[in-house]
């Protein structure tokens, strides 16, 4: 445990090396939540209800959405890729270290970075501007809900790092896969205001249980609550895909290093 430790310290203080780059950084993430802030409150100034949302729950969404995603999107799993074109992968596979719990230490460093920072940047916003939030619901629930929806995300994005064993071009494939899951995982919107059969197709993927349904348990009350059976749905769906994202990391992960080789130094 104290070998994990020690790489979780080392990561989070890579981040501070480079401290225009770090401040750039957050300059950034901070500008990601004031743009849909600011586009839909010019939209609420027009109507007052978006679906069954007021401009209090829609702000509640976005910004409990923001805190979310920090933890469960930020990552560290691109390096993964990048050390298996290079060779560097064997540096790890030879020490007596486990690999998984070497790179999630690492993951968990950034995702502590990311949730530490982006809790006082939410805080200032909300300070600032004055908004309107409601207290979150359904803490209980949230919970598991919240834990699940990073571990999917962990998985999906060693899925992807493990590309690296059959192709170089690991990025663009990881570009396009956080376009879309910005798109269709309701960073920008509670989902539920899309047309029905989109929003039921966009149900089967997992995408919505990443950001979407951890976020829409803290807002839920009486006039934007999921039903009960939705909600044991949607939560069922969600282990579900917990465990088929675990089953394809690992079988990419076994496939892939059966078929690994370098030759350099």
Same mark, same amino acid.
Not at 79 to 100: C, E, M, T
Not at 172 to 188: D, E, K, Q, T, W
């Given at each position: *445990?104290? !070998?994990?430790?020690? %790489? #979780?310290? %080392?990561?989070?203080?890579?981040?501070?090396?480079?401290?225009?780059?770090?401040?750039?950084?957050?300059?950034?993430?901070?500008?990601?939540?004031?743009?849909?802030?600011?586009?839909?409150?010019?939209?609420?100034?027009?109507?007052?209800?978006?679906?069954?949302?007021?401009? @209090? %729950?829609?702000?509640?969404?976005?910004?409990?959405?923001?805190?979310?995603?920090?933890?469960?999107?930020?990552?560290? @799993?691109?390096?993964?890729?990048?050390?298996?074109?290079?060779?560097?992968?064997?540096?790890?596979?030879? !020490?007596?270290?486990?690999?998984?719990?070497?790179?999630?230490?690492?993951?968990?460093?950034? !995702?502590?970075?990311?949730?530490?920072?982006?809790?006082?940047?939410?805080?200032?916003?909300?300070?600032?501007?004055?908004?309107?939030?409601?207290?979150?619901?359904?803490?209980?629930?949230?919970?598991?809900?919240?834990?699940?929806?990073?571990?999917?995300?962990?998985?999906?994005?060693?899925?992807? $790092?493990?590309?690296?064993?059959? @192709? @170089?071009? %690991?990025?663009?494939?990881?570009?396009?896969?956080?376009?879309? #899951?910005?798109?269709?995982?309701?960073?920008?919107?509670?989902?539920?205001?899309?047309?029905?059969?989109?929003?039921?197709?966009?149900?089967?993927?997992?995408?919505?249980? *990443?950001?979407?349904?951890?976020? !829409?348990?803290?807002?839920?009350?009486?006039?934007? $609550? #999921?039903?009960?059976?939705?909600?044991?749905?949607?939560?069922? #769906?969600?282990?579900?895909?917990?465990?088929?994202?675990?089953?394809?990391?690992?079988?990419?992960?076994?496939?892939?290093?059966? $078929?690994? $080789?370098?030759?350099?130094?």
């Amino acid at each position: *445990m104290k !070998k994990y430790l020690a %790489v #979780l310290t %080392v990561t989070i203080k890579e981040y501070f090396v480079y401290r225009l780059n770090f401040i750039l950084w957050r300059f950034r993430v901070v500008l990601n939540i004031l743009l849909p802030l600011f586009l839909w409150s010019s939209i609420f100034e027009k109507q007052a209800v978006i679906g069954n949302y007021n401009i @209090t %729950v829609f702000t509640s969404y976005l910004l409990y959405g923001n805190l979310i995603a920090t933890f469960v999107f930020g990552t560290r @799993t691109f390096d993964i890729s990048s050390d298996i074109n290079d060779g560097k992968i064997i540096n790890i596979l030879l !020490k007596p270290v486990s690999f998984f719990s070497y790179h999630f230490s690492r993951e968990i460093a950034d !995702k502590a970075v990311n949730l530490f920072f982006a809790i006082f940047e939410i805080g200032f916003l909300v300070w600032f501007f004055k908004l309107n939030i409601i207290s979150p619901n359904n803490l209980l629930l949230f919970v598991p809900i919240f834990i699940n929806s990073v571990l999917i995300s962990y998985f999906i994005n060693l899925s992807l $790092s493990f590309l690296g064993f059959w @192709t @170089t071009e %690991v990025w663009p494939i990881r570009f396009i896969f956080s376009i879309l #899951l910005f798109f269709v995982a309701g960073n920008y919107f509670p989902l539920d205001i899309l047309p029905k059969p989109i929003y039921n197709f966009i149900l089967v993927t997992p995408f919505p249980y *990443m950001f979407y349904l951890p976020a !829409k348990l803290l807002i839920s009350n009486s006039s934007t $609550s #999921l039903g009960t059976s939705e909600t044991i749905s949607l939560i069922s #769906l969600s282990y579900l895909w917990l465990i088929g994202s675990y089953i394809v990391a690992r079988t990419v992960w076994k496939s892939g290093i059966k $078929s690994f $080789s370098y030759w350099g130094r």
